[in-house]
């Protein structure tokens, strides 16, 4: 059944058009919306404020999130339910953070000891790196870490490092590696001593050509420096495919697993973080995962209405749905999150970017927004002028941190004065008599008119810790996972990357090789085109 069949969506439908001439100035002045609107969890606090909902909006859309079962899914997701229905699996990423004595089953195995089997493993495994126990074949100390992978097995672990720069080893260089551009492995080496540098390999499938092409490169320049004995010190991997692992020439007992029930986007709680612990180490990962697991349980245990996840969810269903917004900005004000929408994008979009439902039936509503994004207040001085006065109108996620780890001066007080002027400024705007009535000449007025009435949500973290960017991720896992549920679809699969990836290896035989492959006349001219311009 699509979302819009329920009773409960006719009534939300029928709310909304009442809202439709209210604007957020006249929204804000009701003080009652601050208790229902807010809310916080594990760290992060949550203000939906300046959303154009009243407290009627937020019982109603309650009671569609209670019709379309979002609290069975956040618990099914968490007790191994099969939520990813169109590969049988379950989407267990919160076993990963789940205490030792818990016990999760999937297909009647408790899950649990192996979580923390492969946790011990890379927490004896990092500190030996950082301790200098384990060290490369000439016996030099490792001082840099290459992590190659894509996707999943990328964006995670390369934002959560950048986000916690302040407790980064400073004597360890972590760069990552994703495109198949050889620029992007370059650019990772360069300056990079080959006996002093770990590889890891980080791939779920252990096919993914990008990686694997990129980690056949890194495996030879280990090689041409430093002799094909010296692969098993320089190169680790994570992967859940151990065979293809070995068949690469990396030892067992350099081998990280996981397991097919952890989504690619909602990895970075498993062995794919190893990057992460070897740059921070094992409390803080520790601290990362537990700030995860509280979120994790905020999820399952609050009510509906005071639930963040589920509020992010419904907020966004009622942006896309209702308003008709079809893309959100993240903007975070803290440079160490400039990843942040781009983690998102991938979290976001390949989970909900989805058009028929869990039984294969057209949703008949929008689904994903386009999420995008850059951290504050470089955003101010590039794209907000169209957020402010555009014809696109976004939601945008403002992401504040109170306390700056290594403050400077008065540049936090500044940073987060600007955070909240952008969310009044799109909220109140300012009207053609206010304009006037600054004594700007006739002919600007409407030039510099801001009308205002343009939704943001602040989340706002005391400081950006190993714990509450666990949580914070976390709350936009599950938020993903609710807003699933609203929309019926399958959040865990991601069958829109296969064609381009089939095509792709077509093509690439017909460029490298010659193996002529027919195409439509537009493909086949951009291939000899390609092919004639590379000679
Ligand atoms: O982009 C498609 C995808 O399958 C993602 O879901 C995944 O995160 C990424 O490729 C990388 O996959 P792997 O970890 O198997 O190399």
Redesign the pocket.
Known sequence: MSLTDSAAWSELAEHHATLATTHLRELLEDASRLEVLTAEAAGVHLDLTRQRLTGESLRLLVALARARGVDARLRGLQAGAVVNTTESRAALHTALRAPRDARIEVGGRDVVPEVHAVLDEMRAFASAVRDGTHRGATGARFRAVVHL?????HLGPEMVTTALRPFVDPDLTVRFVSNVDAADLRRALTGLDPASTLCIV???????AE?MANARAARAWIVDALGEDAVPAHFVAVSTDLDAVGAFGIDATRTFGFWDWV???FSVSSAIGLPVLLAIGPDAFDEFLAGMRAMDEHAVSAPLERNLPVLLALTEVWNTDLEDMDTRAVIPYASDLARLPAFLQ?LEM?SNGKSVDEDGAPVRVGTSPIVWGAPGTDAQHAFLQLLHQGTVIAPVDLIVVARAHDPIGDHQDALVANAIAQAEALARGRFAAEVAAQGVEPALVPHRVFAGDRPSTILMLDALTPSSLGALIALYEHKVAAAGALWGIDSFD?WG?ELGKVLAATILAEVRDGVETPHDPATAATIRRYRARRA
């Open positions: 992978g894509i996707g999943g097995s980080a791939s779920k499938t252990f096919t993914t990686t989504g690619g986007r991938q390949e991601q990357v």
